[in-house]
């Protein structure tokens, strides 16, 4: 039987066949409606996620430092009402550091990668946050529907990074971010997916056209979406975001916590 759209359910064709990981033969598919392309049935992923940081990403650190100040000119110029905010897939911690840091209550939560950076700072996934933020995640997602559900139950608005295909989409040797090296990059997001899954949870998709995308009920200024594709210009109007940091404040919490665990049990 051949495979729906993983996002619009539509019809879709043989895209490409490459090999993953060295080792397996993977077919992607491409839907005729939405331009969404899929690894068909993943098998390795288990594999993939040996280690849950891809030897490939090399620019985990400078990214994060860039998506920071991202965030944190967002929360200055557009999302002020913004006070909790959770990091989905949030990997060694970096990001959600950087950010309380910055003065902003931001937790963790990674159901692969272990919490090396924000050690107390995890997320009740109970709780309802203002923003959730989801960067190099949706990739990753073998069923990005139910992904996006998740997402959209913690936060009205959704903040995510993830590389848009091109038009017209490349071949799998012709555009790094397919990754098949390292097994965990299975689908690929266009602006019309986007869209499809924006109005799936009642919002819609606003896109510096490339990497940065959000998805809230108002639509906010793809001209600051594009500003904030620069480094330079982030790191300028991260400054309207900026609030106390709360690196000490956070240290000596995480004392009395310490302190409190220690005296009961004596």
Excluded at 3 to 17: G, I, N, Q
Excluded at 65 to 84: M, N, P, S
Excluded at 158 to 172: E, H, V
Excluded at 213 to 236: D, I, Q
Aim: aromatic share 10%; net charge neutral.
């Amino acid at each position: 039987m051949t495979p729906a759209c993983l996002v619009c359910e539509s019809p879709t064709d043989h895209f490409a066949a490459h090999r993953v990981l060295g080792r397996h033969d993977a077919e992607y598919r491409r839907c005729t409606k939405c331009g969404y392309v899929f690894v068909v049935a993943p098998h390795w992923l288990d594999e993939a996620y040996g280690t849950a940081i891809a030897a490939l990403d090399t620019g985990i650190v400078v990214r994060n430092l860039w998506l920071a100040d991202v965030t944190t000119a967002l929360l200055g110029l557009t999302f002020r009402d913004v006070e909790r905010t959770v990091d989905y897939g949030a990997g060694t911690g970096l990001f959600v550091r950087l950010m309380r840091d910055r003065g902003h209550d931001t937790y963790w939560h990674d159901a692969y990668s272990p919490n090396l950076l924000a050690i107390g700072f995890e997320a009740d996934m109970s709780e309802r946050y203002d923003l959730a933020t989801a960067f190099e995640l949706v990739e990753h997602l073998p069923d990005p529907r139910a992904g996006f559900e998740t997402l959209g139950s913690l936060a009205p608005r959704l903040l995510i990074s993830t590389d848009l295909l091109p038009d017209p989409a490349p071949a799998i040797s012709d555009w790094p971010y397919y990754a098949p090296e390292s097994g965990q990059h299975i689908g690929f997001f266009t602006r019309t997916a986007l869209d499809v899954m924006a109005e799936r949870l009642c919002r819609r998709a606003s896109s510096n056209g490339r990497n940065l995308h959000v998805l809230a009920e108002e639509p906010v200024s793809e001209r600051l979406l594009r500003l904030l594709r620069r480094p330079k210009r982030a790191r300028w109007l991260a400054r309207f975001g900026r609030r106390p940091g709360r690196t000490y404040t956070d240290a000596d919490l995480m004392a009395d916590r310490l302190r409190a665990a220690q005296s009961t049990s004596l």
